[in-house]
T-cell receptor, first 115, second 114 residues
Framework: QQQVKQSPQSLIVQKGGISIINCAYENTAFDYFPWYQQFPGKGPALLIAIRPDVSEKKEGRFTISFNKSAKQFSLHIMDSQPGDSATYFC??????????????FGKGTKLSVKP | DSGVTQTPKHLITATGQRVTLRCSPRSGDLSVYWYQQSLDQGLQFLIQYYNGEERAKGNILERFSAQQFPDLHSELNLSSLELGDSALYFCASCFGEGGTDTQYFGPGTRLTVL
């Protein structure tokens, strides 16, 4: 059972455009929603994260929008650049008072930004 | 550079064999997580250790085992290897044991089973 569903699988955007990646989750116990960026041959790296008490978080060109009632969250990359070309993973986790913290990942979105 | 190191970078072995993957967490981090990344299954959580003790188990096969040593490095042991075990194996570390701490991923070990 896939607990975090991510779309689209791949995305091609022109330089300067907006990239939008969507995720939906099932478990209402999740309380931490990070986005990871992975370049070929590298491990995933945290890009930005949000908790369900806020609806939006912005860091530079990257914004997470969070809709708790719809159990959905999305990543927006403004002014997309060729250097943003990578695979993006949404994830979710829950905190049982510090006893568990494994990330449940979406399947990933391969983003290509064309110059 | 995340500060998490993994060795070896590549590993090629035959079916039925046993291998050990090693992970050194960031300085000061107490938790180590192991993840498997494959094309069909994506990134899947295997197991977590916190300060030497097993904390959580995910989709880890019985043929796989792990441990965390007193110096906090961790090893993932894969035995009776099958073709389907070919994947990238990542470890990640964080300071605490909870889900809201940032997990820092290592560069991974690419395992190829022939």
């Amino acid at each position: 059972q896939q607990q975090v569903k991510q779309s689209p699988q791949s995305l091609i955007v022109q330089k300067g455009g907006i990239s939008i990646i969507n995720c939906a989750y099932e478990n209402t116990a999740f309380d931490y929603f990070p986005w990871y960026q992975q370049f070929p041959g590298k491990g995933p790296a945290l890009l930005i994260a949000i908790r369900p008490d806020v609806s939006e978080k912005k860091e530079g060109r990257f914004t997470i929008s969070f809709n708790k009632s719809a159990k959905q969250f999305s990543l927006h990359i403004m002014d997309s650049q060729p250097g943003d070309s990578a695979t993006y993973f949404c994830a979710a986790s829950r905190n049982y008072g510090g006893s568990q913290g494994n990330l449940i990942f979406g399947k990933g979105t391969k983003l290509s930004v064309k110059p | 550079d995340s500060g998490v190191t993994q060795t070896p970078k590549h590993l090629i072995t035959a079916t039925g064999q046993r291998v050990t993957l090693r992970c050194s967490p960031r300085s000061g981090d107490l938790s180590v997580y192991w993840y498997q990344q494959s094309l069909d299954q994506g990134l899947q959580f295997l197991i977590q250790y916190y300060n030497g003790e097993e904390r959580a188990k995910g989709n880890i096969l019985e043929r796989f085992s792990a441990q965390q040593f007193p110096d906090l490095h961790s090893e993932l042991n894969l035995s009776s290897l099958e073709l389907g075990d070919s994947a990238l194996y990542f470890c990640a570390s964080c300071f605490g044991e909870g889900g809201t701490d940032t997990q820092y991923f290592g560069p991974g070990t690419r395992l190829t089973v022939l």
